[in-house]
């Protein structure tokens, strides 16, 4: 194999700009119709972020802050850019589910158009088309660009700081300052969406900038520095207003321990989520999953949603690094490499390793990477397809990808049985017939090469996707069938040990409970504990619920002097009890719903007001008489 890659001739160039446009937009309307497919059925999906859409037509405030409750109490424990984006939509058209999960799903569509026009500039149109491809049937993908979750919006932001970056390392001195500003700019938003996230593409940007992009060495550095100048300013102006703005008049920054976002992004979803503690007492761990480890993206959930071309990605990035082991310091090919190979070893350690909070949906950050490379390195090695090497492995691949799709899809039972046959029975004839110089010398054998091996290689993702799509589901961390394996049995234990039932605490809402608050007149209708409870009050009764102590319980809010206040103010009409939380069902999950402010509370509340049972929950009337 020859060390680099030349770009195609201008003459093919030509040839495939005839069918890359009408490609490019049936490969658009293709995700549309995956994202948008019946996507009401989702219904609120998060209930913890739907809640805060639903409050931002409510309260200008609300929504800036992406706070839980219109009134603006608490927020939630994510930044506010995606609430941002989905609050828009709400006020613009009412909030609903559909006018919820639509900007979600267009944030999957503008993913995959991004992906397809960075990877095209450097590795042409064919690898181009391909790496959208996989992306748009890639199960993590699929199943958050039909949930309210942050997730999409932070990837749509990478992935459109990669295209600028490969624009910037293009462009001319003056062109490629502007690029990289806005990359900088894009990871900043970025960080607004899901914080420390963001910042996982850094390695690999920093190491294309310094290896492919053009002038000297001081040039690349001074670039380097402005894209950081951007960063600082694209997340530092929101840090900047929460700190300036009076803590009175905002809400409290849900998952701090002192009401500030960059604790929030230290601790919280810092140093918690990284170690499994976070300072304050905070638990780690909340979510479940395998332990760390390498083999954690391989098991249970994670495997579903990412592992699909995982193999051959990392076989792709291999084979890649190998032939460009001696290409000049700005080979395109080299720069790809780079690029798509270091943002797919960095976010995959960070997901493996990570010893706190994990769900197996944050590995749609990895999905561009896997679709680029392994896009990528199939286009490559057709290319040179008259070399044994390249055969070889292109067979490999393929041949890997369908075994590793048919054990996948044998862990779900529940799945059409023969679709794993006819992954594994196609990838191997595919393999066969590429690894035979004869059988690409014809027409028919190239037709049975490509077609074979696409069936062999995305078969297995494809039916996932599609799975997912035709079902409704409560959980963005199980798309697909259920997988039943050791592994999986272990996570779901772990997660069963979390909250479930009543008040909406991970649970359904009773109808009586919803036709109570909605006769309240107060600011709040009711308070209880943790404001995932609160978030599914809200939604099924169209009413503010104050979710005592944020996400998790932990949160230092209110203080028992605060809350006593707000109901001698008349701001606050009952108290409800989570039957999870009345039962002491949440012991488990290192003392979630008991935090320091929900215990004093909530004795204070049993001690002076009487409860009565209303569909199965406690509730307390907090404008009654006083004990």
């Given at each position: 194999?020859?060390?680099?890659?030349?770009?195609?001739?201008?003459?093919?160039?030509?040839?495939?700009?005839?069918?890359?446009r009408?490609?490019?937009?049936?490969l658009?309307?293709?995700?549309?119709?995956?994202?948008l497919?019946?996507?009401?059925?989702?219904?609120?999906?998060?209930?913890?972020?739907?809640?805060?859409v639903?409050?931002?037509?409510?309260?200008?405030?609300?929504?800036l802050?992406?706070?839980?409750?219109?009134p603006?109490?608490?927020?939630v424990d994510?930044?506010?850019?995606?609430?941002?984006?989905?609050?828009?939509?709400?006020?613009?058209?009412?909030?609903?589910?559909?006018s919820?999960?639509?900007?979600?799903?267009?944030?999957?569509?503008?993913?995959?158009?991004?992906?397809?026009?960075?990877?095209?500039?450097?590795?042409?149109?064919?690898a181009?088309?391909?790496?959208?491809?996989?992306?748009?049937v890639?199960p993590?993908?699929?199943?958050?660009?039909?949930?309210?979750?942050?997730?999409?919006?932070l990837t749509?932001?990478?992935v459109?700081?990669?295209?600028?970056?490969?624009?910037?390392?293009?462009?001319?001195?003056r062109?490629?300052?502007?690029?990289?500003?806005?990359?900088?700019?894009?990871?900043?938003?970025?960080?607004?969406?899901?914080?420390?996230?963001?910042?996982?593409?850094?390695?690999?940007?920093?190491?294309?900038?310094l290896?492919a992009?053009?002038?000297?060495?001081?040039r690349?550095?001074?670039?380097l520095?402005?894209?950081?100048?951007?960063?600082?300013?694209?997340?530092?102006?929101f840090?900047?207003?929460?700190?300036?703005?009076?803590?009175?008049?905002?809400?409290?920054?849900?998952?701090?321990?002192?009401?500030?976002?960059?604790?929030?992004?230290?601790?919280?979803?810092?140093?918690?989520?990284?170690?499994?503690?976070?300072g304050?007492?905070?638990?780690g761990?909340?979510?479940?999953?395998?332990?760390?480890?390498?083999?954690r993206?391989?098991?249970?959930?994670f495997?579903?949603q990412?592992?699909?071309?995982?193999?051959?990605?990392?076989?792709?990035?291999?084979?890649?690094?190998?032939v460009?082991?001696?290409?000049?310091?700005?080979?395109?090919?080299?720069?790809?490499?780079?690029?798509?190979?270091?943002?797919?070893?960095?976010?995959?350690a960070v997901?493996?390793?990570?010893?706190g909070?994990v769900?197996?949906?944050?590995?749609?950050?990895?999905?561009?990477?896997?679709?680029?490379?392994?896009?990528?390195?199939?286009?490559?090695?057709?290319?040179?397809?008259?070399t044994?090497?390249?055969?070889?492995?292109?067979?490999?691949?393929?041949?890997?990808?369908?075994?590793?799709?048919?054990v996948?899809?044998?862990r779900?039972?529940?799945?059409?049985?023969?679709?794993?046959?006819?992954?594994?029975?196609a990838?191997l004839?595919?393999?066969?017939?590429?690894?035979?110089?004869?059988?690409?010398?014809?027409?028919?054998?190239?037709?049975?090469?490509?077609?074979?091996?696409?069936?062999?290689?995305?078969g297995?993702?494809?039916?996932?996707?599609?799975?997912?799509?035709?079902?409704?589901?409560?959980?963005?961390?199980?798309?697909?069938?259920?997988?039943?394996?050791?592994?999986?049995?272990?996570?779901?234990?772990?997660r069963?040990?979390?909250?479930?039932?009543?008040?909406?605490?991970?649970?359904?809402?009773?109808?009586?409970?919803?036709?109570l608050?909605?006769?309240?007149?107060?600011q709040?209708?009711?308070?209880?504990?943790?404001?995932?409870?609160?978030?599914?009050?809200?939604?099924?009764?169209?009413?503010?619920?104050?979710?005592?102590?944020?996400?998790?319980?932990?949160?230092?809010?209110?203080?028992?002097?605060?809350?006593?206040?707000?109901?001698?103010?008349?701001l606050?009409?009952?108290?409800v009890?989570?039957?999870?939380?009345?039962?002491?069902?949440?012991?488990?999950?290192?003392g979630?719903?008991?935090?320091?402010?929900?215990?004093?509370?909530?004795?204070?509340?049993?001690?002076h007001?009487?409860?009565?049972?209303?569909?199965?929950e406690?509730?307390?009337?907090?404008?009654?008489?006083?004990?």
């Amino acid at each position: 194999m020859t060390a680099t890659l030349a770009r195609p001739a201008e003459p093919t160039r030509r040839r495939e700009r005839t069918w890359f446009r009408p490609a490019f937009a049936g490969l658009l309307v293709l995700t549309a119709l995956i994202d948008l497919w019946d996507l009401g059925a989702q219904g609120d999906a998060n209930p913890f972020y739907a809640a805060a859409v639903q409050a931002s037509t409510r309260n200008p405030v609300a929504w800036l802050f992406a706070a839980v409750d219109a009134p603006g109490f608490i927020t939630v424990d994510k930044p506010p850019a995606d609430n941002w984006w989905m609050g828009l939509w709400a006020n613009l058209f009412g909030f609903s589910p559909w006018s919820m999960l639509i900007p979600q799903a267009l944030l999957g569509i503008g993913s995959v158009a991004l992906l397809v026009l960075a990877v095209r500039r450097w590795s042409g149109d064919v690898a181009a088309i391909g790496a959208g491809a996989v992306l748009a049937v890639t199960p993590v993908v699929v199943i958050m660009s039909r949930f309210d979750d942050p997730d999409p919006m932070l990837t749509f932001l990478l992935v459109a700081a990669a295209y600028t970056l490969v624009r910037a390392v293009d462009a001319g001195t003056r062109a490629a300052t502007a690029w990289m500003v806005a990359t900088g700019l894009l990871i900043g938003l970025g960080f607004l969406a899901k914080m420390g996230v963001a910042l996982l593409v850094l390695p690999a940007f920093t190491v294309v900038v310094l290896v492919a992009a053009s002038g000297s060495w001081a040039r690349r550095v001074g670039q380097l520095l402005l894209g950081g100048v951007g960063i600082v300013v694209g997340a530092g102006w929101f840090l900047a207003l929460v700190a300036l703005w009076p803590a009175s008049q905002r809400p409290w920054i849900g998952g701090s321990d002192d009401d500030s976002l960059l604790q929030l992004a230290v601790g919280y979803n810092g140093l918690s989520r990284l170690q499994g503690h976070g300072g304050g007492g905070r638990p780690g761990g909340f979510g479940g999953g395998d332990a760390a480890g390498l083999s954690r993206l391989f098991g249970g959930q994670f495997a579903g949603q990412i592992a699909w071309l995982l193999p051959a990605a990392l076989v792709a990035l291999v084979a890649l690094l190998w032939v460009t082991r001696a290409a000049p310091r700005t080979d395109r090919l080299r720069a790809a490499t780079l690029l798509w190979g270091g943002w797919l070893l960095v976010s995959g350690a960070v997901f493996s390793f990570m010893a706190g909070t994990v769900h197996s949906y944050y590995t749609i950050v990895m999905a561009p990477a896997v679709a680029a490379l392994v896009a990528i390195g199939a286009h490559v090695g057709w290319q040179r397809r008259e070399t044994t090497g390249a055969r070889v492995l292109l067979a490999v691949g393929v041949l890997l990808t369908a075994a590793w799709s048919f054990v996948l899809l044998d862990r779900a039972p529940t799945f059409v049985p023969w679709v794993r046959w006819l992954v594994l029975v196609a990838g191997l004839v595919a393999a066969v017939v590429l690894l035979l110089p004869t059988g690409l010398a014809r027409r028919g054998g190239v037709v049975a090469a490509v077609t074979l091996g696409l069936v062999g290689a995305l078969g297995g993702t494809t039916a996932w996707a599609v799975d997912t799509v035709v079902k409704p589901h409560t959980s963005a961390d199980s798309p697909g069938p259920t997988v039943h394996d050791a592994r999986s049995d272990r996570a779901a234990a772990a997660r069963h040990g979390a909250p479930g039932g009543g008040a909406g605490f991970g649970g359904r809402t009773d109808p009586q409970v919803a036709a109570l608050l909605r006769t309240a007149t107060t600011q709040w209708s009711a308070a209880t504990p943790t404001t995932m409870a609160a978030s599914s009050l809200e939604l099924a009764s169209g009413t503010s619920v104050m979710g005592l102590g944020g996400f998790s319980g932990n949160d230092p809010t209110p203080t028992l002097a605060a809350f006593e206040s707000d109901v001698d103010h008349g701001l606050i009409r009952y108290y409800v009890v989570p039957t999870a939380l009345e039962h002491g069902d949440v012991s488990r999950q290192g003392g979630f719903g008991r935090g320091k402010a929900i215990a004093p509370i909530q004795q204070w509340v049993t001690s002076h007001y009487a409860g009565r049972q209303v569909g199965g929950e406690t509730v307390y009337d907090l404008t009654g008489s006083r004990h």
